[in-house]
């Protein structure tokens, strides 16, 4: 293969497959995960089940793919937050881009509450809360309080009940999204103090 070509067929490769993901979500949440064949993603695609076949196998290949593109963001946040110090600008930072990656995964999200069961099966949720409990070590101080170590816990669930229970709450969606992040960031804050001694 080799040559110049190979970065721009990359890229290529890379917006169809962003396509397929799209496409595939957008079917699994119409008509269901388990409603959904590789032929429909195709059709709704306008392309060949060859043409889908050569990115992904199955339509599992496909949901994992778009699991690990979504949780890529997360992942990179527990890399970035293992490096700073444990300051409270940092544990702020950290609500403040965790709260974003779960906006950004929020079609995803929706997907994984109305097909836990597929979920479970293909152990999505345990990747994601492994995640998430990664998370949960660097904002809990070394020898926090047992109650800082829960409001620094809350503020995680915060962010996920802001996602969903929100939803239905009359408001502007914008509205909400920065209650949620200034409640969340009171509680890492209050749970920072604490730790502090003040």
Known sequence: MGGTMDG?????????????????????????????????????????????????????????????????????????ARQQPRTLETKQEIIRRYSQALLDAAPLFRFMQENQAT?????????FKARMLALRDILIDPGAELADQVRCVSALFTLHAGMHVMQDVEGDPEDKQKAVLEVAIDLITQAHRGARGS
């Open 8 to 80: 721009t067929r990359q890229r290529r490769r890379g917006d169809t497959r962003q396509r397929i993901q799209d496409v595939a979500l957008e079917l699994f949440a119409e008509q269901g995960y388990e409603k959904t064949s590789l032929r429909e993603i195709a059709e709704r695609l306008e392309v060949t089940k060859a043409a889908l076949y050569y990115h992904f196998k199955t339509k599992e290949e496909i949901l994992v793919s778009i699991f690990e593109d979504l949780n890529r963001p997360v992942e990179e946040l527990v890399e970035w």
């Open 119 to 127: 979920v479970r099966e293909l152990r999505i949720g345990e990747m």
